[in-house]
């Protein structure tokens, strides 16, 4: 194993849910940008990985979602979580690295504000 995984394995043994929910918000995006990058160099299989790792996670962030506390904001997120799997399951059906930067374009502010919320969640806990 290297030690760039064996330090990844590492910070995620030892991270808290919401830097846990970060990391996974981060892969996403990163399986989007290479899933398109990979079609763009017609690179399939790759891409195949990526962008099908990338599907499988914001799937998994969809099914997290708790109404029960914020139905507004579950409904809203709701909504992109479903355009992004949509345009990145289309991507990978098509080849089409344009629908991946779609789905990228739509999931990168989402990401963004989550890292920024728990980021303040951990300053908050250091007044």
Do not use: W
């Not at 999931?107 to 806990?125: E, I, N, Q």
């Amino acid at each position: 194993m290297s030690h760039a995984r064996r330090y990844a394995q590492s910070s995620a043994q030892t991270a808290s849910r919401e830097r846990l929910m970060v990391m996974l918000f981060e892969k996403a995006l990163h399986g989007m940008r290479s899933g398109a990058a990979a079609l763009e160099a017609g690179r399939g299989a790759e891409a195949n990985r990526a962008l099908s790792n990338a599907l499988d996670i914001v799937v998994e962030l969809h099914a997290t979602l708790d109404r029960e506390k914020a139905p507004e904001l579950c409904d809203r997120l709701g909504e992109v979580y479903r355009f992004v799997c949509a345009r990145v399951g289309d991507a990978n059906l098509t080849r089409d690295p344009r629908l991946a930067r779609e789905a990228e374009r739509a999931f990168a502010p989402v990401a963004d504000g989550f890292a920024r919320a728990v980021a303040s969640l951990g300053t908050a806990g250091g007044r």
